[in-house]
């Protein structure tokens, strides 16, 4: 199993350009989540997502959007990139919503200029 | 006031020494709580998981929940170059969201 991958590994947007974040998990879970880590913080919650179709918001949605089609793919979109969202983006997945381990991909550090 | 509060570090500590590492709370829904062990860039790796009071051990890990207190803790034993790390404690209540502490980054000399 691949568990969770996500692309790009880096990517730099100039202000207002848009683009979006890939995340793929081959564990057949139904719970798939978006969190951003700043710089010495921990992880923010951006959306999650209970199985194919429906999506939820976290604590910090504003400026971003998801879709979930499939079961394996949860991408994340940002549209106009500010400089404000400047992080480290990890996709997890988890089995079930309460309190079961979630798998992390290796990131995706984002640079808006 | 975050719901979270994690001990901020950095922790520098020669090799072989016992690392304790502490979140506190405010939510008292929490439920489950969670270490997860991050390497520089890479993503966060689940290293202990407990549910409600008590301790945990696996190997030179300890885990410890007081609920009473709102307060959790690791323990690391016998610490290695290769536990250098940043350890974030993370919290859910029952079917809920996770909360997760800024993280504690830990260095262990040779």
């Known amino acids: 199993n691949a568990g969770v991958t996500q692309t790009p590994k880096f990517r730099i947007l100039k202000i207002g350009q848009s683009m979006t974040l890939q995340c793929t998990q081959d564990?057949?879970?139904?719970?798939m989540y978006w969190y951003r880590q700043d710089p010495g913080m921990g992880l923010k919650l951006i959306y999650y997502?209970?199985?194919?179709?429906?999506?939820d918001k976290g604590e910090v949605p504003n400026g971003y959007n998801v879709s979930r089609s499939t079961t394996e793919d949860f991408p994340l979109r940002l549209e106009l990139a500010a400089p404000s969202q400047t992080s480290v983006y990890f996709c997890?997945?988890?089995?079930?919503?309460?309190?079961?381990?979630?798998?992390f991909g290796p990131g995706t550090r984002l640079l808006v200029l | 006031q975050k719901e979270v509060e994690q001990d901020p570090g950095p922790l520098s500590v020669p090799e072989g020494a016992i690392v304790s590492l502490n979140c506190t709370y405010s939510n008292s829904a929490f439920q489950y709580f969670m270490w997860y062990r991050q390497y520089s860039r890479k993503g966060p790796e689940l290293l202990m998981y407990?549910?409600?009071?008590g301790n945990k051990e696996d190997g030179r890990f300890t885990a410890q929940v007081d609920k009473s207190s709102k307060y959790i803790s690791l323990f690391i034993r016998d610490s290695q170059p290769s536990d250098s790390a940043t350890y974030l404690c993370?919290?859910?209540?029952?079917?809920?969201?996770?909360?997760f502490g800024d993280g504690t980054t830990l260095t262990v000399k040779p």
């Open positions: 564990m057949n879970h139904n719970y």
């Open positions: 997502s209970v199985g194919a179709g429906i999506t």
């Open positions: 997890a997945s988890s089995y079930s919503l309460a309190g079961e381990t979630q798998y």
């Open positions: 407990t549910y409600s009071s």
């Open positions: 993370a919290m859910f209540p029952n079917a809920g969201k996770s909360t």
